[in-house]
């Protein structure tokens, strides 16, 4: 990997400039009202209010440092702040990325018991496993994350740059952790989502009964396997192509027109996957029929309490 190619910082900067600055405002206030409603409106706590609560707090998270990037961009590539906060920013983007990745399979996990073992689903599905499944979710991907850490500022043409690895080895480091990421942080949960949403589908087309209740159950199952699949296909799944094809090339020492192609797919591909803190509200909103309702009548004389939905 001695080969160094000049890359056209223009279309970069500008493409993480647009998208930063929709999906921060987006991202954090939506995130913020559903944590707000899963905190302060939801008196009977669940397994999945658990999961989406932890879904939430990592997208509000990640919103936070959006605008320490922005000023990144905006300034052409000068980092004005501290080291340490600037491997922060890259450790927390990774940390949202695969923690709504185990997250959301946890989510389609916890719906498979529901649909397809509703007998066993109370003895199964509790709120304490449920904790410490999101507790261990944070401590392993914390953990894997650890050597993003490594990377801070370094100094090119005059200026102290983030988030772009500045030598050798740290691209050898990105190239070792993409293959672990992709393993457990994209295809194995996306093969139990798939298996879980196969399971689900068979058995809603098999027992289909009238009844609103049963129909409710399909609706939000349905709408569950649509928002999920959707942020894995748009959001997990073409960064994570582009991420490999492009850390190959570097390993492999692809010619520089090729290299730059890549990294405008990879620019493109990364911003569709920080858009995924936009995405994961539509979740909250198909999952419980009364998401919205519980916020906007809060204060009314009848305070709603979602415990029916939210089971």
Avoid at 199 to 206: R, S, Y
Wanted: with cysteine; aromatic share 18%.
């Amino acid at each position: 990997m001695n080969q160094t190619c000049e890359e056209s910082e223009d279309f970069k900067y500008l493409a993480y400039k647009v998208t930063y600055s929709v999906v921060f405002p987006i991202g954090f206030i939506s995130n913020s009202v559903a944590l707000f409603v899963f905190l302060r409106l939801t008196p009977k706590k669940t397994a999945n209010t658990v999961f989406m609560t932890n879904l939430a707090i990592s997208d509000v998270g990640f919103s936070l440092t959006l605008p320490f990037r922005l000023v990144y961009y905006f300034r052409g590539g000068q980092w004005d702040f501290p080291d340490w906060f600037c491997r922060w920013c890259v450790f927390s983007f990774y940390v949202n990325l695969y923690t709504s990745v185990l997250f959301l399979t946890g989510l389609s996990v916890l719906r498979y018991i529901a649909v397809v073992h509703p007998i066993r689903n109370k003895s199964l599905v509790t709120v304490w496993r449920a904790r410490i499944s999101c507790f261990a979710i944070w401590i392993f991907v914390a953990c894997s994350s650890m050597p993003f850490l490594m990377t801070g500022t370094t100094e090119r043409h005059n200026k102290m740059r983030c988030f772009e690895p500045g030598n050798n080895k740290s691209w050898n480091r990105i190239y070792s952790l993409n293959y672990v990421g992709v393993s457990f942080g994209f295809v194995i949960p996306f093969i139990i989502i798939l298996v879980c949403y196969g399971c689900i589908i068979c058995k809603l087309i098999k027992g289909r009964k009238i009844g609103n209740r049963r129909g409710n159950t399909r609706r939000r199952s349905v709408y569950l396997i649509a928002v999920v699949l959707s942020t894995f296909l748009l959001c997990f799944l073409p960064y994570h192509v582009a991420r490999t094809v492009h850390l190959y090339a570097k390993v492999l020492n692809e010619s520089c027109p090729v290299i730059e192609l890549l990294v405008k797919i990879l620019v493109i591909s990364l911003c569709m996957a920080a858009s995924n803190s936009c995405f994961n509200p539509l979740l909250y909103y198909f999952h419980f029929g009364c998401f919205s309702l519980s916020f906007f009548f809060k204060f009314s004389t009848k305070r709603l309490t979602c415990e029916r939905c939210c089971a």
